[in-house]
């Protein structure tokens, strides 16, 4: 089971420090609330991915691809939508009012659960690579049933401890932020997320609306 561990933790500090949306909100929910907020969404995942690895694992090649491309579709207008927000509010962010009344845990833990959820790279990797390796580890021979767990558990250790260590980071560096800096930050995360919401579109929609 030793290398289910080093296989685990490995893709998951990989995926933890990737370029994405939830990486970017864990950045902007540090900046706006503090690093529990950015701790809160970076354990996003191990709400939303239980639907996704239990599909996955069930399913592996039946998922059709224009389901996975539909779902890139609506993950993309909403990272975009939540990206031109952010970059909206920053002319007015006040980073002594932020730090005075910070946002709930959650409508915090809501974005983030809806962002992952409707982001089709968590489904993808599960069904591409990490369900089959999840089943490779989990027969007899290395490990069973087990093993399988093990694997998934590492990942989650190494994805969810990945982000919540770039909070942590985010946070020291949130207290010497002055006003107009702050503002610069939380504008520099909005269009960051709809850089990322625009590579999703390019990536998924075609897909999606060549297959309608």
Known sequence: MGAAVVAG?????????????????????TLRSGVRAGLLTAAAPLATDVLV??????????????????????????????????????????????????????????????????????????????????????RPEAGGTAGGITFVAAFYVGIVGAKALIAVAVGAGRERLREGGYRRALTLCGLLLVLVGGAMAVEFVPTALGAA
């Open 53 to 138: 690895v239990a599909l996955a694992l069930t399913a592996l090649s039946r998922v059709p691809e224009r389901g996975l491309a539909v779902l890139g579709g609506v993950g993309a207008v909403v990272v975009v939508a939540l990206g031109a927000r952010t970059v909206l509010e920053a002319r007015g962010a006040s980073l002594a009012a932020d730090r005075a009344a910070p946002e709930s845990a959650w409508r915090v833990v809501r974005r983030a659960l809806v962002v992952n959820l409707v982001s089709p790279h968590p489904w993808v990797a599960w069904i591409v690579v990490l369900g089959p390796l999840a089943l490779t580890y989990a």
């Open 9 to 29: 933790l490995a893709l998951g500090i990989a995926a933890g420090v990737g370029p994405g949306p939830l990486l970017v909100l864990v950045v902007t929910a």
